[in-house]
């Protein structure tokens, strides 16, 4: 996986929650992309080789909490 494909795949969900943000509430639809996510994580998971699923959550958990703490400090700086 190319690192721009990766941003643009995770710009695309992006663009798609600013453009509901027109008729759903931004807690409403935070809550709804973290369910989706999960969801499809879950997916992913079980498609996957017999991996411990205790193992697979804190790995993404662990991911995710490193990923909203980059969002909040690059958009703190205005990036």
Do not use: C
């Not at 205790?54 to 909490?65: E, H, I, M, P, S």
């Amino acid at each position: 996986m190319l690192e721009a494909d990766f941003f643009e795949v995770s710009d695309e969900f992006v663009n798609l929650a600013n453009e509901m943000l027109e008729e759903w509430a931004q807690p409403m639809l935070s809550a709804a992309i973290m369910h989706a996510a999960a969801r499809f994580n879950a997916f992913n998971y079980l498609s996957q080789e017999d991996e411990d699923p205790a193992k697979a959550v804190g790995f993404l958990t662990d991911q995710y909490r490193q990923m909203l703490e980059e969002a909040i400090r690059e958009m703190k700086r205005g990036g």
